[in-house]
């Protein structure tokens, strides 16, 4: 009984904790004036606007940068899961030399400091005139989800029976066909979470986007957010608003798969 | 319909030498059992027929061509795994169809015959199911059913039943061998039960460590076998090996050299009472220590001059341990063997 | 023959010709203007492109010092925009890396003398920038319905301030202040200094900080703020612009940009100098510059040059400074303008002019940026108690002398060149030499049978090359050479002089340690407070994917918008943690932000907020996979809850958890985002901070590329030995059970 109500309280105790700062920033959001400053803990009060909201979306390019957000976040997720699913199945079916070290490299990949990748990376782009347009993101977004993907996916085909693809084999499919027949749709959870890092990467991703994209109309939404700060004028109702609306199909897609994400992890984590 | 040799097959996995020059001919529509203990080579054998391994060495001809190299897309062989290997996203009636589905055959052609092949095996209820919602037994026959929906000329069995109980094995056993007389297809079944090897093949090849040791019908291979290891893989109850002063009494010339073993199945040994026929002749003393009832007939265990025999006798009459009495046997049914060689002496 | 090609050539002439005229220019102009004058800005500009369709002017948006980071970076790649409008203070960085050019070719001498020389600063005698305004001084704003006369002096600076720092409703909290401004920025607190002794650069750019007049300073706010309680405990930019907003601060140290902000707040405002120190009598003397445009010193075409210099001109014309001037009532930069109606008739501006007079010169030389960044670090400590006054102006010419010496070193080759150039080609060579076997049946494998393999997987090793190989192999290149501020176009390999730096500098190990220390907390309480969660979801808890929902929201939230969130969390003034600590546990308020362990804490329980529902995840999966019958077995052994939990999950979660906790380990050991954000780079003063984020610092902030390269070369080291032997470990514990 007292574990029971221990339970309970604990749960509750840290769903106020997840939940809060989010309905801070919603407090900020429904807030007038620009100031980021009350006194008060109540995130509804008599003086909630909805004026930020409609000022995002008129007058502002919000919905321009949240098109090119979500353009480049679905061909991301497109590449990186084509490119995840295809050599995750090689390296996992396939024996080769220096297969481990690949491996391990790919795990490696994320032990170093990503901000210093950023200086010689842009100049590869400068370099290829891939700077100001989204064929540079595209690379580098896919990219940089890819070594995670891969360990991810790799793991999961480890766990699916030879027989299954010598079955197809003999029933007459190409190596492709049972990849693309057979394969795929199996690994349709990993496929899930796969599809989930790639997006997750480009949609919230900042640092990266503001060193290629130059040109305001190609703005993606992180971008976009931060124009609303400047270290001494922010307007916080604006970036309260935006930052709301952006986290908030990343919310449904987590909610959505969570009980992918559940299977599909541990498959990888148990495996490594 | 297919005709198959393997000339010197030889595989081998990194150190270890799986299959040491097999040579290997099948008749057309024959049921050939592969039979030996695990690691012997017979699944490994079985999958260079159907393509999944290469052998090192030595060729592969069916009807005559060659087909050692050919991709196992384009071969003529159908294969029931042992996991089933049932296709998880799709339904019974999916994956019986996918080869057709693959071979661009139209949906009612195909509709017909998965249908016609459930109906056969007895799970035509079941078109809808996807396997995770079948039992063992129905996932080997939706197993079944896949490979033989392609109508190939050889199918392949890879111990197919070892995940199913007892009572399902039995069932499954007959059945299988039914499907062979509807079908003329050549097929070959790899286990190790040597009950599922003496009741279904048509010829079984027993082997070991990489090599055929004997080949035949089950009944030659009961009745004679090659060598020791032979005679104590095959045949339920196992037989007895004795050995020592007993042996060298033996009425055989071949008996009297040292190092043999006098090899009798339990079934050939009997209660020494009363006259002694020509063929018989008398063992010893032998002590009962346990008897276990197999229902129409009991298997004694006991001891013969310092070694544990059994023998089979009715269940009619009884026999407390401790009791003594002579043995004799049925010296057509016995067996010499040369301890060291292994081999058969009388044959 | 000859009359077909000619005639070919001159269609194509023609044909170039006419697209070019059909094509217009696009120029770029990047800048930092604040939201009203943007408006401004956006308004001039369209109606250039009206009267000059042949152009196209695209501006965009950014923060200040990310516009000079960006704008270092694009110049790093030859590109970036052709334009770019910045304070003063960027053209000294800017100038020695060369990625700007001179005006002085280009404009005219006359046409340079129309303008106050307060807007064409200077560098090493030539003049790189054009401003439209000039002012972007601090001065003292105060609140007219709560102060009518301004102080003059200190003195009554702190008399009237106390007088109007009151708790007004009575509920133990102060409601008003008397003075608010963003006080831990030194250039808010840079006028004061000539004012109690000297100014803070000698004339030839050496930092004078060890001096009587900045210790003073130091003591002054910290007297305002603990002895005379006139200024709040916490108070930056936004708190300070808030409070003046809400009529809740009498008085406000801010700059001329501000003024159109509190006018649309409605706030009825004044204009005076900052007050004279009483005890020496002289005048704060605000640091006047202007904010202004440059040229990039790379063009795309002589097009693009003509156009932008025409845009330049355009954008200081008397025109737009007026417009300006009309909209925002910012100080025009052309003197004609001065005399006009639209200047005169602003009491602003006059009030203005003479605050001006008082005001020195924003230095433009890169060192001031060493001036700064000492300044701020060492104040902060001084305001945390760390240091007292005294010592921290000792401190702070230590330090800006040291960064000095860092910025302009330009390090030469030595020995050590020689050695790693040498051993790079033998690498190579070995290398080639061993794999030239796996290189050929690489390259054969495209045809063999496996082809389809090969092909498979080439696209990924394509992007991953790209994107993470060859940028982790130029990295080592940097790391072994000189590339700084003043090597910006022309670094060279010296050797392992990066190397040696970092390993002998003690600050490495202490940042090291507590880097190390952040992972351990974070993981650790990663790991207890998601197995924990998974484990009451699991087995006690009906409706799982509910809760399991709920808990999963730090995830989901992009990492740049929750780390500011909590940032804002933490704020003394108004944070709700705060806020919930008095009200409802009645503690009083921590100074989370401005104290090193606190703001530390801070960055923890942020990090922990971000990370626990990946664990929580695995931990459920790993929990599924415990089969019931061993619990039930368990219970029938009489083993109680803690037992089970002991014994059965914690052993048969740990194969799931540990690489788990592996990986989330190499994670938060460089996880920049959260210490940057929550810490705003550090604070306070330069002591909350991870080697990660003291790598981006050292690149970003202090050009100092090939350091920042070398210690991120050493992270990555570390890293790897550190999980190769903690596989291998984990690897021989699974072979051996």
Redesign the interface.
């Known amino acids: 009984m007292i574990k029971r109500i221990f339970a309970w309280l604990s749960l509750c105790i840290f769903a106020v904790f997840s939940l809060y700062p989010m309905l801070y920033v919603l407090s900020v959001s429904l807030r007038g004036d620009n100031a980021f400053q009350t006194q008060s803990l109540e995130i509804f009060s008599s003086q909630s606007t909805l004026k930020n909201f409609v000022v995002l979306f008129t007058e502002t390019d919000f919905l321009l940068w949240m098109r090119n957000s979500l353009f480049i976040s679905a061909v991301t997720t497109l590449l990186g899961v084509a490119l995840a699913s295809t050599s995750a199945y090689a390296l996992s079916r396939h024996r080769f030399r220096g297969r481990n070290l690949m491996l391990f490299s790919l795990l490696a990949s994320q032990m170093f400091p990503a901000t210093m990748l950023i200086l010689p990376f842009y100049i590869i782009l400068a370099k290829m005139h891939l700077i100001d347009n989204f064929w540079g993101l595209f690379l580098i977004y896919s990219s940089t989800a890819l070594p995670f993907c891969i360990w991810q996916m790799k793991a999961y085909y480890d766990t699916i029976p030879k027989e299954l693809e010598e079955a197809a084999v003999l029933d007459g499919c190409s190596r492709w066909m049972t990849f693309y027949k057979i394969i795929l749709p199996v690994s349709s959870p990993a496929l899930v979470i796969t599809a989930l890092f790639s997006f997750m990467t480009s949609w919230s991703e900042y640092v990266i986007a503001a060193v290629v994209l130059q040109d305001p109309e190609l703005y993606t939404l992180p971008l976009g957010l931060r124009s609303f700060q400047a270290s001494l004028a922010t307007q916080w109702g604006l970036y309260a608003a935006g930052a709301l609306i952006v986290s908030v199909p990343v919310l449904i897609l987590f909610i959505s798969i969570s009980r992918y994400l559940v299977s599909g992890l541990t498959m990888g984590s148990v495996k490594g | 319909m297919a005709h198959i040799e393997f000339s010197q097959i030889t595989k081998s996995f990194g150190r270890s030498h799986i299959l040491k020059g097999i040579d290997l001919e099948i008749a057309s529509g024959e049921f050939l059992v592969l039979v030996g203990p695990s690691g012997c080579g017979k699944s490994t054998l079985l999958r260079t027929l159907a393509g999944l391994e290469t052998p090192d060495a030595g060729a592969i001809r069916v009807n005559g061509q060659d087909i050692t190299r050919q991709e196992p897309q384009n071969r003529d062989v159908s294969m029931v795994f042992q996991n089933y290997a049932l296709y998880p996203h799709m339904n019974v009636a999916e994956n019986m169809g996918f080869s057709l589905h693959l071979q661009k055959k139209s949906k009612t052609e195909i509709a017909n015959r998965v249908r016609e092949i459930a109906q056969l095996l007895q799970i035509d209820h079941l078109l809808e199911r996807k396997p995770k919602e079948l039992s063992g037994g129905q996932r080997q026959r939706v197993a079944l059913g896949r490979a033989l929906a392609r109508q190939t000329s050889i199918v392949l069995f890879d111990e197919p039943l070892s995940n199913l109980d007892a009572h399902l094995r039995s069932q499954m056993r007959v059945e299988i061998k039914r499907l062979h007389q509807k079908i003329n297809s050549t097929m070959i079944y790899v286990t190790h039960d040597q009950m599922e090897a003496t009741t279904m093949g048509d010829r079984i090849a027993v082997l070991k460590d990489g090599v055929v040791e004997q080949i035949g019908t089950p009944s030659e291979i009961y009745h004679q076998p090659k060598n020791i290891f032979i005679a104590s893989f095959i045949g339920s109850p196992e037989m007895n090996f004795i050995e020592g002063a007993v042996v060298g009494q033996l009425p055989w010339p071949e008996a009297k050299k040292p190092g043999q073993l006098l090899g009798v199945r339990p079934e050939a040994i009997k209660v020494s009472e009363g006259p002694v026929l020509a063929q018989e002749w008398e063992l010893g003393d032998y002590q009962v220590e346990l008897s276990e009832n197999l229902g129409g007939q009991t298997m004694l265990h006991g001891s013969l001059q310092g070694q544990t025999v059994r023998l089979l006798v009715d269940s009619a009459k009884e026999y407390h341990p401790g009791q003594k009495m002579k043995l004799k046997i049925d010296l057509t049914k016995a067996h010499l063997f040369d301890k060291s060689s292994g081999l058969n002496q009388r044959l | 023959m000859t009359l077909v090609l000619r005639l070919v050539f001159s269609v194509l002439i023609l044909c170039s010709a006419t697209t070019s005229f059909a094509e217009p220019v696009r120029i ?1 102009l ?1 800048h ?1 203007m ?2 009203s004058h943007r408006q401004v800005l956006s308004e001039a500009l369209r109606q250039f492109e009206k009267e000059n369709p042949d152009i196209v002017i ?9 516009l000079r980071s ?1 704008y270092q ?2 110049a ?6 052709e334009l770019v409008f910045g304070p003063s203070d960027q053209i000294g960085p800017f100038a020695t890396m060369g990625i700007i050019q001179p005006l002085d070719g280009l404009l005219s001498p006359e046409e340079l003398a129309q303008y106050d020389p307060l807007a064409l600063p200077a560098y090493e005698g030539r003049h790189y920038m054009l401003g439209g305004t000039v002012g972007n001084h601090l001065m003292l704003l105060y609140n007219k319905k709560l102060l009518p006369t301004p102080p003059q002096t200190t003195d009554e600076l702190i008399h009237l301030g106390q007088k109007l720092t009151a708790d007004l409703d009575g509920d133990g909290k102060i409601d008003r202040y008397g003075l608010v401004f963003n006080y831990t920025e030194p250039f808010f607190f840079a006028p004061f200094i000539p004012a109690f002794g000297e100014p803070f650069m000698t004339a030839d750019f050496a930092p004078r900080l060890a001096q009587p007049g900045l210790s003073k300073t130091f003591q002054f706010i910290l007297d305002l703020r603990d002895k005379y309680k006139i200024i709040p405990k916490e108070c930056d ?3 300070a ?3 003046f ?2 009529n809740k601060a009498a008085m406000l140290i801010n700059g001329d ?2 003024w159109g ?1 509190y006018r649309d ?1 409605g706030v009825d405002f004044g204009i005076a100098r900052i007050p004279m120190v009483s005890s020496t009598g002289k005048w704060p003397s605000p640091l006047v510059g202007t904010v202004g445009y440059s040229l990039n010193a790379h063009f795309q075409s002589p097009a693009h040059k003509e156009a932008a210099l025409k845009v330049l001109r355009y954008l200081t014309s008397a025109s737009v400074q007026k417009l300006f001037t009309q909209k925002v009532g910012v100080m025009p930069s052309l003197l004609s303008l001065r005399a006009d109606a639209v200047v005169k008739q602003n009491p602003l501006l006059q009030a203005s002019s003479s605050i001006m007079a008082v005001g020195l010169p924003m230095p433009v030389v890169p060192e001031v940026r060493g001036v700064w960044d000492s300044l701020r670090i060492q104040y902060q400590k001084v305001l945390a108690g760390t240091l007292n006054a005294e010592q921290g102006a000792q401190s702070a010419q230590a330090m800006a002398e040291a960064q000095i010496q860092n910025m302009n070193q330009v390090i030469p080759p030595d020995a050590g060149a020689l050695v790693v150039k040498g051993l790079v080609g033998l690498l190579i060579l070995v290398l080639l030499y061993l794999s030239r076997n ?1 290189v050929v ?1 690489f390259f054969r ?1 495209f045809r063999g049978p ?1 082809k ?3 092909f ?2 080439l ?3 394509i ?2 090359f ?3 190989i ?3 192999f ?2 080592i290149a ?1 790391s072994f050479s000189n590339f700084s501020l003043r090597t910006f176009q022309d670094w060279s390999i010296v050797g392992f002089h990066n190397y040696w730096e970092a390993i002998s500098d003690p600050k490495f190990y202490s940042l090291l340690l507590k880097t190390v220390v952040w992972t351990v907390v974070n993981v650790a309480f990663h790991v207890t ?1 998601g197995v ?2 998974a484990v ?2 699991n087995q ?2 009906p409706a799982k ?1 509910f ?16 780390a500011l ?2 940032r ?2 933490f ?1 003394q ?2 944070g ?1 943690i705060n ?2 600590l008095q ?1 409802f546990l009645h503690l009083s308020p921590v100074q989370w932000l401005s104290q090193p362990f606190t703001a530390f804490v801070a960055c923890i329980v942020t990090n922990v ?1 971000l990370g626990f ?1 990946f664990m929580m ?2 931990a ?3 929990l ?2 415990i089969p019931q019958s061993l619990y039930e077995a368990a219970y029938l052994d009489k083993a109680n ?1 803690w037992q089970r939990f002991r014994h059965i999950t914690l052993p048969l979660l740990a ?3 540990i ?2 906790a592996l ?1 989330g380990s ?2 938060t050991f ?1 996880n ?1 985002n959260v210490v940057w954000l929550v810490s705003n780079a550090g604070e306070p003063g330069d002591q909350t901070h991870i ?2 984020s003291y ?2 610092k050292a ?1 970003f902030n202090l050009y100092r ?1 090939g350091y ?2 070398a210690v ?1 070369v050493l ?2 080291l570390m ?2 030995i550190w ?2 032997s903690s596989l291998r470990s ?1 690897y021989k514990k699974e072979t051996q059970a």
Do not use: C
């Open positions: 770029q990047w930092q604040i939201y695209r501006e965009t948006y950014r923060e200040t010092e990310e960006s970076a694009a790093m790649g030859n590109s970036g925009p930019y936004e708190t612009n808030a409070l907003k809400q940009w501000s902000d707040a796996s049946l494998g496996q389809f393999v090969y498979m997987m696209p990924a090793f992007g991953i790209a994107v993470i060859y940028p982790f130029y990295n940097i407070l924990f969660l009451i979801i006690l808890m994917a809760w399991r929902t709920l808990l999963i929201i730090p995830w989901a939230v992009p990492q740049y918008i929750t969130t909590w804002g969390m704020n003034e108004y709700p806020q919930f009200k907020w529902p995840i695995v459920l999966g790993g599924q996979a809850a194969p799931v958890m690489p788990a990986l190499i994670w460089n920049l080697l990660v790598v981006y690149a590329y920042a390269a991120s992270i990555f890293l790897v999980s190769l984990q």
